[in-house]
């Protein structure tokens, strides 16, 4: 069970999983905003979600012959990947039907078949895998605001459905960037491993050592909106700032220093770890709304 576990990043489907949740009951029930999905709704997403990125996951596995071999059969990872996608799909397609907007449906499909075209086709193009995975984490946040917010716009409460879509979009960003820089992260501890399946990535291309230093100076651009976001939102509330800069900003100045010394597998695994706790504190911080605010 725990190889299956492994192979699926069951951790990283639980963040985003919890992301979800927080924005939906941390962000849109305390305002009393205008939504369209009830507990049943919300439940399916996540399960289309997260089955989703499963399926992405064990298609990245699949391609990384040296894995696959040794603990999970081909074959059954095969059957993995079309079950996980046939529940993303099926429930997305079921979901969009409830709430009126079949064409929804089609997001799903998109994102399942950019997902297998990257694995089959486009993984030796450099940075893309990196990337992609970012989007994937970006789009789990803003699928909650396109089939629980947008259908419940009207010319009544287009200004405040606006301001919490852009709170959503905002973390997105916030998401997309940090799961960025942790795949970069995580390709620096499996530098032996893609030099010998033939899998381009940045550390192959400039070395360790030049990458934590990259891994460092990346780290400045979601500091710096951490901190444009706390000064133009939340400067007036003392408790906030201290809460955000004590949260989020701390580790991060932290994990910057850290990974320019950066060298042993060690390092760079708990820089992994530091980005995944930046993660989860970022997405609990979104329950801090509701005091912020109100």
């Not at 996540?46 to 990125?53: A, E, G, H, K, R």
């Not at 990535?201 to 030049?210: N, V, W, Y």
Request: contains cysteine; positive net charge; hydrophobic residues 55%.
């Amino acid at each position: 069970m725990q190889a299956y576990l492994k192979l699926i990043k069951f951790d990283n489907l639980i963040l985003i999983a919890l992301a979800q949740l927080f924005i939906k009951y941390g962000l849109f029930e305390p305002f009393d905003i205008d939504v369209t999905l009830n507990a049943f709704g919300i439940s399916l997403l996540i399960i289309s979600t997260i089955s989703l990125v499963a399926a992405a996951n064990v298609m990245l596995y699949i391609q990384d012959k040296e894995q696959s071999e040794t603990i999970v059969s081909e074959k059954v990872l095969n059957r993995l990947f079309i079950i996980f996608n046939v529940i993303g799909v099926g429930i997305g397609f079921y979901l969009s039907n409830i709430i009126g907007i079949p064409k929804l449906a089609a997001l799903f499909i998109v994102v399942s078949g950019i997902f297998y075209i990257y694995t089959t086709y486009l993984k030796e193009i450099l940075v893309l895998k990196n990337i992609i995975i970012g989007i994937l984490m970006a789009l789990g946040l803003i699928a909650v605001t396109i089939f629980d917010l947008l259908p419940a716009i009207t010319e009544q409460n287009r200004a405040s459905q606006k301001v919490i879509f852009l709170i959503v979009v905002d973390y997105s960003i916030f998401a997309f960037i940090i799961v960025t820089i942790r795949e970069i992260v995580k390709d620096c501890l499996h530098v032996d491993r893609d030099h010998n399946t033939g899998l381009p990535t940045i550390p192959i291309s400039l070395g360790k050592d030049r990458t934590a230093k990259l891994i460092g100076g990346l780290t400045i651009l979601p500091i710096g909106m951490i901190i444009y976001y706390v000064y133009t939102y939340l400067f007036n509330n003392s408790t906030a700032v201290i809460i955000v800069l004590g949260l989020l900003v701390a580790p991060l100045l932290y994990f910057m220093f850290k990974s320019w010394g950066a060298e042993s597998n060690k390092d760079f695994k708990t820089l992994s770890l530091i980005l995944k706790i930046v993660l989860f504190l970022a997405s609990l911080s979104l329950l801090l709304y509701q005091f912020i605010l109100k």
